[in-house]
């Protein structure tokens, strides 16, 4: 009987995240790697493997979520501009122009004139206002210096969330191939072995019985191989999602990466970096100072202030009731002091609620501050177990590899049922999941836990499209019978 080929690795790099959890659980259902389909004969077109860093180069910084966070800037310094502008003084003229028509019918005043007559009045009023104390305005100004320091560490958090989605689809594409390659190789086995064990009945040497255990785990891989195939395809779409065009064979990971634990190796020096320096912390501070600011200026709304007032006033009447028109132009200079009373707005207090936000903005963050050391925690340690485990899964594998041969060997010599032999290899499938689960984990965990330690950038990516094997088979989408496309 045919020996069952070991699975290849294809990884390097260090990483991190969950996506990669429905990926491995449908995808790799089954630990042994099919070799790469052989080239046709003749000369075919080869369509150049597209790398991780190539990919993050044509994607730019068009991702609408990029996008979005820039335009957010720019409407930050706007509203910063327009703070600054409430210490300016402000001023207005409005114009007036009309025609009247008085009807005089009865008067006891010998001044009126009896009768009807039409004026026409013109005039305009220029009004200039210099706020000299108004808490409002200082209050305002301290909002919009934190909106655009949370603008500004939103989009920080945005183009990490972006490389780093990238670069999670990358990932997830290149593990869900080689699940499919797996289950491929699972089914291509069960083949040959159905094939055989139909051979051998009709010569007197096997059972119905054991036919009828090979044939459940060859329909059963059948079906693991359509799921893994629909599992590639559905990451090459999440790429393409993420990369805003059509994507092409992608290159694969190179036959082995370092997996060392990460530096520095204790994880309370990781949450203070995370509590420093995540973007989305910082964010998130960030807006609880704009909701502090919100509620000082709600309050200092209640506050008296002092203003100084300049009016200058024309009209040209063109008639009254006592006849004849006027041209009188009018100058005022005049500070103002309000006191507000009672409801001076006439909007009650919002001070309370805007207070009762800015607490809710507190506690918000202090939650989110416990779910992103939760995460950085998690992280590390999965850096550090999939590290340590990955020299014990390797000998695993080998060892069940061994286990393997031995046990076909006695099946061929009539010693061993065939259920045993297809049990054994079921183990070294599952063995090979691991060891590829464990690597891509390291991997995907690795860079979570830069991202969340805000110190994932592009150097990342250059890291792991250097790990990437160019020279090996390149990793494409299937088509709808299940081969490359």
């Known amino acids: ?150 603008a500004r560490d939103e989009l920080t958090a945005a183009r990490q969330r972006t ?24 089914e291509e086995v069960l083949a040959r072995q159905m094939g055989e064990m139909q ?105 008296p202030r002092l203003e100084l007032r300049m009016t200058q006033d024309r009209s040209d009447s063109g008639g009254t009731v006592y006849g004849g028109g006027s041209t009188i132009s009018d100058r005022t200079l005049l500070f103002r002091l309000t006191v507000p009373l009672f409801n001076p707005d006439g909007g009650g207090y919002p001070v309370f609620a805007a207070r009762a936000r800015y607490q809710a903005s507190l506690y918000r963050l202090e939650d989110q501050r416990l779910d992103v050391e939760e995460k950085v925690r998690i992280a590390f340690e999965e850096v550090v177990s999939n590290a340590q485990r990955d020299r014990t899964l390797l000998q695993a594998l080998e060892a069940q590899t061994r286990n393997v041969a031995g046990k076909q060997a006695r099946y061929a010599a009539g010693t061993l049922r065939i259920k045993e032999v297809l049990d054994s290899e079921r183990d070294l499938y599952q063995a090979q999941r691991n060891l590829l689960a464990a690597r891509y984990n390291y991997l995907m965990n690795f860079m979570m836990l830069k991202r969340l330690a805000g110190d994932f950038a592009e150097a990342d990516l250059l890291y792991i499209d250097s790990a990437l094997d160019r020279r090996a088979a390149p990793v494409r989408r299937l088509t709808g019978d299940g081969r490359d496309g």
């Open 1 to 150: 009987m045919t020996r069952v080929p070991v699975m290849s690795w294809r990884g390097c790099a260090p990483g991190g995240g969950m996506a990669l959890a429905l990926a491995l659980s449908l995808a790799l259902a089954a630990p042994a790697v099919a070799q790469a389909p052989a080239a046709p004969a003749g000369p075919v077109a080869v369509q150049e493997a597209t790398g991780l860093a190539e990919l993050a180069e044509r994607a730019g910084g068009g991702h609408p979520q990029l996008r979005q966070a820039e335009a957010g800037q720019d409407a930050a310094r706007f509203s910063l501009r327009d703070a600054y502008l409430g210490l300016a003084p402000r001023a207005n003229i409005v114009f007036d122009r009309g025609d009247q028509r008085l009807n005089v019918i009865r008067t006891d005043n010998y001044l009126y004139r009896l009768g009807v007559n039409n004026f026409r009045n013109q005039g305009y009023t220029l009004e200039v206002v210099q706020p000299i104390f108004d808490p409002r305005v200082f209050a305002q100004l301290r909002g919009a210096h934190a909106s655009l320091r949370r």
């Open 163 to 186: 490389l780093f989605d990238l670069m999670q689809a990358y990932l997830t594409t290149l593990a869900a191939y080689d699940g499919h390659q797996v289950a491929r190789a699972e």
């Open 199 to 303: 051979a051998r009945m009709r010569l007197g040497l096997a059972s119905e019985a054991d036919a009828n255990e090979v044939e459940a785990r060859l329909r059963a891989a059948e079906a693991q191989r359509m799921a893994a195939a629909s599992a590639l395809n559905e990451s090459f779409a999440s790429l393409e999602r993420r990369a805003g065009f059509r994507v092409g064979p992608l290159a694969p990971l190179a036959a082995r990466i370092p997996m060392v634990p990460p530096s520095p190796a204790d994880p309370d020096e990781w949450v203070r970096e995370a509590r420093a320096r995540n973007a989305d912390l910082r964010a998130l501070e960030s807006a609880s100072t704009e909701a502090r600011a919100m509620a000082e200026t709600q309050a200092a709304a209640l506050l």
